[in-house]
């Protein structure tokens, strides 16, 4: 069998942080100290905690992989509401101890063993043997260990793509739009490398600037963006730079809300239909696009319908369809709701049965007091076996 | 039966009239001098079709089913696009044959029954041959030996044998439900393709603790490897809540097989050598490593490929998978 060489890492990366954003980070802004590189072999213990370095690098681990608290399906869960939401940056600045003293270590293990002196071998002659239980101290039972506190939040597993889907629909058109014009503008800036490799998921900043780019395509499905697109650039760009100077806060505006549909209606209204006529026919920029709209929403446009998409306009209608309902009652309450409404029309969330047509008249409750009168079973059959002699009368064995 | 009879009548009244009239007249009626059948029903003039190479389509313009489809390869723990791939429509994009599939899974079934099952004639039950009691004069039945069918403790008559419940099928047949299969699951987006070399990997601070010794008990580092993969699983949505996953590497992995034995709730993991039809068609995705998916298709097509060396260029070619399109 031929071998086949593995796939190469993720283009865009800068060397040395390269271990530190694999891909199996964890959400933890201490990745480095967690996975460790060649360079930096530094693993937390008990006795030695983080020092600042690890943390000055927050800012730019926190932006790589969507954390926990993510900003985007954080507003899409809330729909309409216009409720400020705190950012992506601003949890995990929240999370992570501005002291590097406060900093825990990610995973605590158990205390070792101590030893009691065996009973016989005490030199203490007033030692008696504990007779109950009480007071002792507890060995064994490491089982749930991890699930307690000894894990900490920061040394969970975060994936490429966001924790909860995104299903606002406009919040999902703001994504793709910015999808496309960051692939769009990396092709202008001659990154072609970049373009399919893994970028900063970014805040809110990166989305209003995209938002507030005009977007133009041509009749060919060229698009032309009017406006400066450096900013979208750099944004795209993995910056250890960047990192060192965002040690301090971040600045109030990054800590401001998140965009509610509201706001984007706004931005929405400046934008003109032509945006959606935007080729997707060369594979690479729909990659890109793809690839993106899955880090930011979580929608992952499946492999066989890849080849229908010949522009934005397809790929945000197959993105934005909302989900199939799980069960018949969902989707009745969801948008059937005119069945919901009828008079003469009552809709049940489970099969309807005997016990449930005794208690909508009340007379259930004079039958269990009548069953348990008899000691007999008030729900099921009490594990009565069926009737055997019938089976048997009728020829069966 | 009104319009059946009103039928009749009209069938009756045709007929009268055509016996009515002289035999020359009604000759000349029921033989048409210009052609030799004539319908009942008013006749429509024929279509004129021209069937020429002018209005043949052009060969460009005829719709041809895609030879290829896109296939995207993952990341493993991850789940980032890594590139685009290019397989082909006969590995991954064959039409879904159900019975095809039942076959398959009957087959499998039958080869894995064990077949074991087996008790005691009368002449394997051990034991005395002698009569049990005498021909007559006990006023009692008449009694054989002890092994006899009809006593307790006796052989079976017609019991269990070991035998093969194996059956036969095509191996054309076989392999094109093996390719059914995995294009079943890649038109449902169900089949994740992951980079070669799978594995989970582990926090470099958990194995730091391993290697200094902070964690001794087995149990320990278990019950850590039971939560960090259902951790990548629930990221990714691969888990239990999302109809468990079956994992398929070339190899065993020692990490990955072991936690997925610790938490079988959440999916499970196969060798390439351990995987059937059925087990494609069960849990709720395929995560697969690529070389493993090659091979696997390679070893499932004899159907497209011929076993017979030819030199025709002329003949079709043996499907093209993995070639790249992004990377």
């Avoid at chain 1, 007779?131 to 060995?139: I, N, R, S, Y």
């Avoid at chain 1, 089982?143 to 919040?171: A, C, E, I």
């Avoid at chain 2, 079976?156 to 054309?172: C, E, L, N, Q, S």
């Amino acid at each position: 069998m031929r071998r086949i060489s593995r796939l190469r890492r993720p283009s865009g990366l800068p060397v040395p942080a390269a271990a530190s954003r694999s891909s199996i980070a964890p959400q933890c802004p201490q990745a480095t100290a967690l996975f460790s590189s060649s360079s930096q072999t530094t693993i937390p213990s008990s006795s030695r905690r983080p020092t600042s370095t690890t943390l000055r690098q927050l800012p730019t681990l926190g932006r790589f992989y969507s954390s926990e608290k993510d900003p985007i399906p954080q507003s899409l869960s809330e729909g309409t509401t216009s409720e400020p939401i705190p950012t992506a940056d601003e949890a995990n600045w929240e999370d992570v101890p501005a002291d590097p003293s406060q900093l825990q270590q990610i995973y605590v293990p158990p205390p070792k063993y101590t030893y009691a002196t065996r009973p016989d071998e005490v030199s203490d002659p007033s030692y008696t043997p504990a007779a109950t239980f009480d007071g002792l101290e507890t060995v064994g039972g490491l089982g749930n260990w991890w699930d307690q506190q000894h894990w900490s939040k920061v040394g969970n597993f975060m994936g490429f793509k966001p924790r909860t889907k995104v299903t606002n629909p406009l919040l999902l058109e703001a994504s793709v739009r910015r999808a496309v014009v960051e692939a769009f503008a990396l092709r202008q800036a001659g990154r072609e490398d970049d373009l399919t490799g893994v970028w900063p998921v970014g805040g809110q900043e990166e989305l209003q600037r995209t938002m507030e780019l005009d977007v133009q395509c041509a009749e060919d499905g060229v698009p032309s963006i009017n406006g400066d697109i450096s900013a979208i650039v750099d944004g795209l760009q993995w910056n250890d730079e960047v990192a060192t100077e965002a040690s301090a806060p971040p600045s109030p505006a990054v800590k401001g809300s998140v965009f509610s549909s509201e706001d984007i209606l706004k931005f929405k209204e400046a934008w003109t239909g032509r945006w959606k006529y935007t080729s997707l026919v060369d594979p690479r920029f729909r990659f890109a696009v793809t690839k993106r709209i899955f880090q930011l929403t979580g929608h992952l446009v499946p492999d066989h319908q890849l080849s229908g998409i010949a522009d934005v306009q397809t790929l945000l209608h197959l993105v934005q369809k909302p989900p199939k309902p799980n069960t018949l009652t969902e989707e009745i309450q969801k948008r059937r709701q005119d069945l919901v409404q009828l008079p003469n029309v009552s809709i049940a969330t489970k099969r309807v049965t005997r016990g449930d047509k005794e208690k909508a008249l009340g007379r259930f409750k004079l039958i269990e007091e009548e069953l348990k009168k008899r000691d007999l079973p008030v729900q099921g059959h009490g594990g009565a076996r069926k009737n055997r002699e019938m089976q048997i009368l009728q020829g069966g064995m | 039966m009104a319009s059946k009879g009103v039928r009749g009548l009209n069938e009756a009244m045709r007929s009268l009239s055509l016996s009515s009239q002289t035999c020359r007249e009604a000759a000349s009626h029921r033989i048409p001098s210009s052609t030799f059948t004539r319908s009942m029903a008013t006749e429509a003039p024929l279509p004129t079709i021209e069937t020429t190479a002018d209005t043949t389509p052009a060969a460009g313009s005829l719709w041809r089913p895609a030879t290829t489809v896109p296939l995207t390869i993952f990341n493993f723990p991850s789940f980032e696009p890594q590139r685009l791939e290019s397989w082909s429509s006969k590995h991954l994009n064959l039409p879904l044959r159900r019975d095809i599939l039942h076959h398959a899974v009957v087959y499998e079934g039958d080869n894995t029954r064990q077949g074991t099952a087996s008790s005691k004639t009368r002449y394997e039950v051990a034991g005395s041959h002698r009569k049990m009691a005498p021909q007559k004069g006990t006023g009692r039945a008449r009694v054989g030996d002890r092994q006899s069918p009809i006593r307790r403790g006796g052989g079976k008559t017609f019991g269990p044998k070991p035998r093969d419940f194996g059956t036969k099928i095509t191996r054309k047949m076989y392999d094109l439900a093996w390719r059914t299969a995995l294009s079943y699951r890649y038109r449902r987006g169900e089949l994740v393709v992951c980079q070669d070399g799978m594995e989970l990997p582990l926090p470099d601070a958990f194995e730091a603790m391993v290697a200094r010794g902070d964690l001794p008990q087995d149990e320990l580092r278990r019950s850590f490897k039971a939560k960090w993969l259902t951790q990548v699983l629930e990221t990714n949505q691969w888990g239990r809540a999302n109809g468990r996953s079956t994992f398929i590497t070339g190899d065993r992995r020692q990490n990955l097989f072991e936690a997925l034995d610790l938490v079988p709730k959440q999916g499970r993991a196969l060798g390439l050598g351990m995987v059937d039809v059925k087990d494609l068609l069960e849990t709720g995705r395929i995560i697969i490593e690529r070389s493993a998916l090659k091979e696997m298709l390679k070893q499932h097509q004899s159907d497209l490929v011929s076993s017979v060396f030819v030199t025709n260029a002329a003949l079709p070619r043996r499907p093209q998978s993995g070639q790249i399109l992004v990377e």
